[in-house]
């Protein structure tokens, strides 16, 4: 038999948990990116990223627990874009 365990201990790197569908990977610069939704206008954020599970990816850096970040038709995305953010119930 075989088993896998992910051990979490106190003490670990804090971050912000995102849908994987938030992230943009950019594979020219090896960065990894994010809309933040501001009002009714997209802003381009680079993140630093930890580890993916369960469909969410861990934001090191680049994003605050509180900021709205775009979901859906990313690539259609710029910065500056006016978008009409949708509310998701919690």
């Not at 950019?26 to 369960?54: C, M, P, W």
């Not at 990816?57 to 680049?62: K, R, Y």
């Not at 627990?65 to 775009?70: H, I, K, M, V």
Request: no cysteine; proline share 3%; glycine share 10%.
């Amino acid at each position: 038999m075989f088993a896998t365990a992910r051990l979490v201990l106190p003490g670990g790197n804090q971050g912000v948990f995102v849908p994987r569908e938030a992230v943009v990977s950019d594979q020219n610069t090896n960065s990894y990116r994010v809309f933040i939704i501001k009002g009714t206008s997209a802003h381009l954020q680079v993140v630093q990223i930890g580890d993916e599970e369960n469909g969410w990816i861990q934001i090191l850096s680049g994003v605050k627990g509180d900021d709205e970040l775009a979901t859906s038709n990313l690539q259609q995305l710029y910065e500056g874009a006016k978008v009409q953010p949708t509310q998701q119930t919690k």
